[in-house]
């Protein structure tokens, strides 16, 4: 069970309310941090499919995927931490931990305890802070929710109106 309640965070997961894609981030992170997920992800048996545009291939090292040419294909890699649920990391930069997750299939108190369980199992092996903000918040000036590492949980970070 998470640390939320459903009841307490409900209005921010409305998929009609700031769109249905809200963007999870981890700032300052390195090649090693990416690749500390990458190991979580096989490590945690979560089902996961790594791609470069449309080809599907194994999932290579972070420092291969990061050290590709910035005209490369786009890398994503697709990971379900259970069935219907879909976190889609894009493999972009060193600097970040970026991936979207749905807001249609985060409905009700179970969907919301996997969203939480996943960003304190990234949390807690990174040891940074992982915060989701509505999609397109590119600045994170509206933080909704995230793993805090002090209190080793996921708190909201919005206002409840």
Do not use: N
């Amino acid at each position: 069970m998470s640390e939320l309640l459903w009841d307490d965070v409900k209005g921010f997961f409305d998929p009609g309310r700031e769109g249905c894609l809200p963007d999870v981030w981890v700032a300052g992170t390195v090649v090693e941090d990416w690749q500390a997920v990458l190991d979580l992800i096989v490590e945690s048996d979560w089902r996961s499919e790594y791609s470069e545009g449309d080809v599907v291939m194994p999932l290579p090292r972070a420092e291969e995927v990061l050290s590709r040419p910035a005209d490369a294909e786009c890398a994503d890699l697709r990971v379900w931490p259970v069935p219907d649920v879909l976190a889609i990391f894009r493999l972009e930069s060193a600097d970040e931990i970026g991936f979207d997750v749905d807001l249609r299939e985060l409905q009700g108190q179970a969907r919301l305890d996997v969203l939480c369980e996943f960003l304190d199992a990234i949390g807690r092996r990174l040891g940074k802070p992982v915060v989701m903000t509505p999609e397109g918040d590119w600045e994170r000036s509206q933080p909704v929710l995230g793993f805090d590492v002090e209190s080793d949980q996921v708190v909201l970070l919005a206002q409840v109106s």
